[in-house]
Nanobody, 124 residues
Framework: QLQIVESGGGLVQPGGSLRLSCVVS????????VAWFRQAPGKEREGVSC????????NIANSKKGRFTSSRDNAKSTVWLQINTLKPEDTAVYYCAVGSHDHCDYEEDLYEWWGQGTQVTVSS
């Protein structure tokens, strides 16, 4: 059974960096799309990054380009999200989602499995 565990969140000062991890167990990531989403307080969930099955195509949502990077290692069943120069508006719960569809997409309904999320709080 597929399970997702996110980690790496926490309280960080503005300007700091965090590296979030998403470990997927129970399946081979060779066959799945993995995406990061986030939901800030009072706002809708939004896509942050997405990597396709061969992890050669890692997409960063347009509004996130510049400070967000993502990497993936299928052998370790892990996808990472690196966030640099953190801002208070990055405060959110960050979710990892896994889908069996063919191409990267930020349509939430495409993702069958979701992690419990990891809280990122940016504050001085």
């Amino acid at each position: 059974q597929l399970q997702i565990v996110e980690s790496g969140g926490g309280l960080v000062q503005p300007g700091g960096s965090l590296r979030l991890s998403c470990v997927v167990s129970g399946v081979s990531l060779d066959y799945y799309i993995v995406a990061w989403f986030r939901q800030a307080p009072g706002k809708e969930r939004e896509g942050v990054s997405c990597s396709n099955k061969n992890y050669e195509d890692i997409n960063i949502a347009n509004s996130k380009k510049g400070r967000f990077t993502s990497s993936r290692d299928n052998a370790k069943s892990t996808v990472w999200l690196q966030i640099n120069t953190l801002k208070p508006e990055d405060t959110a719960v960050y979710y990892c989602a896994v889908g069996s569809h063919d191409h990267c997409d930020y349509e939430e309904d495409l993702y069958e499995w979701w992690g419990q999320g990891t809280q990122v709080t940016v504050s001085s």
